[in-house]
């Protein structure tokens, strides 16, 4: 019993009710300019004067309302509608406004059936309470019974109390109605305005979208960050060491401590700019570093952490880095950075850097994770003694700033392989070149 009560007269019914008076009043617009039409059609005659000229307009406003649906702000200001008055879960409704036909044909199906079925809803909840209020009292005022208002055959000592029964009647019928209706326009709204394969594939396509700027924020973060910190621990290691030994060396580690926190606050302040929509990183934010412009500057901050490092350049035609494509010397420069980060936690002795430009082969096939169609190619290759298992510094990472780089890779096209090799371990990554061009 209280279930049922629950179900008709509960919050949740009454919010849908309302919902539906909303539709009722929006239909009106419609209804007063086809009752104008229908009158005139008639002969000039006032259409409200009479219940079939009514009727006809209140027909007439529906095809109306069909077409104005097609609008794009429909679906958007229906949907939060549903989710705030009628208890429709949000998962099941579909975001945005109606892309395609299909979805604005269903947009329009629901915006003509709850118009159309708050109008009539509407209709009966401004005249039947006022009817069901005379029916009631119409038995103990004796007024009432000889007004003119066509109910005189209820004033007959027969029966009297028969008209309040029947405007009972009259609200538990109006409740049952408003219930009904709430619960077919909640039942079809899911139908009507829920997601399309488009709008689903649409959806999918900016949750991707969205992932892969988070997972470019992640990896440069953790590239800048994650470098710059294990490079400064590093730096402060080797100069506690040397302190009272060599004042020079730690003179030096302390600059490069202050160089590359410098750099990396710049960096940091670029890669926040670009989280905030509309807020573009300070003017003198340091820019993504690359090969040509930051290479020796890495390899003398590596260097200043005690680190041996021996690197071998063979840029190519020109003699200088410059000459890359920008894209491909910032992803470069991110892989090398993250190379050395690896070789100074994970290994011991001195590390042997080779970046080259190379021709490919002109057979068009891939060998080795690298193309040889006779397009350029960047070559990174990096090996150094690995550490003894009880001298290797414990990853905290998870292993992020390898895979972070074989994304970068395989965004050019590449490939980076790490592990052991022979009796080394070596990172090698190759880069195809699109060009020569910034």
């Known amino acids: 019993m209280r279930d049922g009560l629950s179900r008709l007269l509960g919050a949740r019914a009454r919010l849908r009710w309302v919902h539906l008076i909303l539709g009722g009043a929006l239909l009106m617009p419609y209804f007063l300019l086809t009752q104008v039409g229908v009158g005139t059609a008639a002969g000039g005659v006032n259409a409200l004067s009479s219940l079939p000229l009514t009727l006809a307009a209140y027909a007439a406003a529906l095809p109306l309302v069909a077409v104005t649906a097609v609008f794009g702000l429909v679906r958007p200001l229906s949907v939060a509608a549903v989710r705030a008055m009628c208890g429709v879960p949000g998962e099941r409704l579909a975001e945005g406004p109606a892309r395609s036909w299909a979805a604005r044909g269903r947009t329009s199906a629901w915006w003509t059936l709850h118009l159309g079925l708050g109008a009539l809803i509407s209709g009966m909840t401004l005249a039947v309470p006022p009817m069901a209020v005379v029916l009631i009292t119409l038995p103990f005022v004796s007024g009432l019974r000889k007004t003119e208002l066509g109910m005189g055959w209820f004033s007959t000592e027969a029966d009297p109390y028969v008209a309040p029964l029947f405007g009972i009647g009259l609200l538990g019928g109006l409740v049952l109605c408003a219930a009904g209706a709430g ?256």
Do not use: C, K
């Open 183 to 438: 619960a077919l326009v909640a039942r079809m709204a899911p139908v009507l305005l829920g997601p399309t394969a488009a709008d689903r594939l649409a959806a999918a396509e900016e949750r991707a979208a969205d992932l892969a700027v988070r997972n470019r924020l992640a990896r440069e973060l953790h590239d800048a960050v994650g470098h710059a910190l294990s490079a400064v621990t590093l730096q402060a290691v080797a100069a506690r060491r040397m302190l009272e030994r060599d004042p020079g060396f730690v003179r030096e580690a302390l600059a490069a401590i202050e160089d590359t926190t410098r750099r990396t606050v710049g960096e940091l302040d670029a890669v926040l700019g670009l989280l905030r929509d509309g807020d573009p990183a300070r003017p003198d934010a340091a820019p993504a570093p690359t090969l040509a412009v930051d290479l020796d500057g890495l390899l003398a901050r590596t260097r200043a952490a005690g680190a041996t490092v021996t690197a071998h350049q063979d840029p190519g035609p020109g003699g200088d880095w410059a000459g890359l494509p920008a894209i491909a010397s910032r992803e470069a420069y991110r892989i090398v950075q993250e190379g050395l980060s690896n070789a100074l936690r994970h290994g011991t002795g001195p590390v042997d850097l080779r970046i080259r430009v190379r021709a490919g082969h002109e057979n068009g096939h891939r060998e080795n994770g690298h193309r040889e169609d006779g397009q350029r190619e960047l070559e990174i290759t990096m090996t150094n003694a690995p550490a003894a298992p009880g001298e290797r510094e414990p990853r905290t990472t998870g292993g992020r700033g390898l895979r972070g780089s074989a994304e970068r890779a395989a965004l050019l096209g590449g490939s980076v392989e790490a592990g052991p090799y022979e009796d080394r371990w070596r990172l090698r990554a190759v880069l195809p070149l699109a060009g020569g061009g910034r």
